[in-house]
């Protein structure tokens, strides 16, 4: 019965069996589905749903793995939800990032880069979670990416991915961790690592000056497909324009109805100011 299921969706196998598979549908209600789909017209999928068999929700979860495409389920995951790009592939956000991300292949990445900054003047927790949503779509393009949490004052990543922060980088720019031991494949997704901040250093400027952390750069660019680096306020620190003038390039980052224009042009001057080259600006917000 199983092999007489089709669909015109595309990619590789149907949605029929996919849903059987994922044991979304029994045999019988497929058989069902099959008798209206040859009545209305409809697509497996739009009919299964009609007859109240499966959700919208479901759909989803059959096509992202139908493409390959890394998708989690609301309450199966300890990654926080603000990963919309791990929650919500179809959702016009993450077509943003999408968009955001082909951009930066683009006019960054195609030329030889392999490692971006995102800066802001104060976006703080809205930069954070850009950037990791950033690091999601491009994993899921099958990209090597690694996300390295460079703000050091106030480092988020690990509470957005669920993972320990008991060594990161800055362990490593102290000598006390060696960058493999440090960096942690985040299992939900195929192809993502993150390096944390690590142990809460007095010193977080200093550290960024180091020689050891231009090579770290070099080191990381040379392993990995695609690098990104988040970094702390500009408003705050120094930080941010150090680590952009070593990875080169940088996306900067305004919070949506709190980053003042002059604010804006200041982030900018300062970047510009390093030899970074901007590769445009978004204006995030917390989701």
Do not use: C
């Not at 082909?102 to 950037?131: F, I, N, P, R």
């Not at 939900?188 to 180091?210: H, I, K, M, V």
Request: hydrophobic share 45%; proline share 3%; net charge negative.
């Amino acid at each position: 019965m199983n092999a007489a299921i089709h669909s015109n969706q595309p990619g590789n196998g149907n949605i029929g069996q996919l849903l059987l598979n994922a044991g979304k549908i029994t045999p019988a209600q497929a058989e069902k589905i099959l008798h209206l789909q040859k009545e209305s017209g409809l697509r497996f999928g739009e009919a299964a749903i009609k007859l109240g068999f499966i959700s919208d929700a479901d759909i989803q979860d059959v096509l992202a793995h139908q493409f390959e495409y890394p998708y989690l389920v609301s309450g199966q995951s300890k990654v926080s939800e603000k990963l919309v790009a791990a929650y919500s592939p179809f959702d016009v956000r993450v077509e943003a990032l999408r968009s955001l991300r082909s951009q930066v292949l683009l006019s960054w990445m195609e030329s030889g880069h392999k490692s971006v900054a995102l800066a802001s003047y104060d976006a703080d927790t809205a930069s954070d979670t850009l950037a990791a949503n950033l690091a999601v779509v491009f994993s899921q393009l099958g990209e090597r990416t690694l996300l390295v949490d460079a703000n050091l004052r106030a480092p988020h990543q690990h509470h957005l991915f669920a993972v320990e922060n008991r060594k990161g980088l800055t362990d490593v720019l102290a000598g006390r961790s060696s960058v493999a031991d440090s960096i942690q494949k985040i299992t939900d997704f195929r192809d993502l690592s993150l390096l944390t901040a690590g142990t809460n250093a007095p010193n977080p400027q200093e550290l960024l000056s180091r020689d050891s952390f231009s090579q770290m750069v070099q080191e990381l660019a040379s392993q990995y497909d695609v690098v990104i680096y988040a970094t702390s306020p500009l408003a705050n620190s120094a930080d941010a324009q150090l680590v952009a003038s070593r990875v080169k390039g940088a996306i900067l980052v305004a919070h949506r109805h709190q980053t003042p224009v002059k604010g804006l042009q200041e982030a900018k001057a300062l970047l510009e100011h390093s030899q970074t080259t901007i590769l445009g600006a978004v204006l995030a917000q917390d989701v």
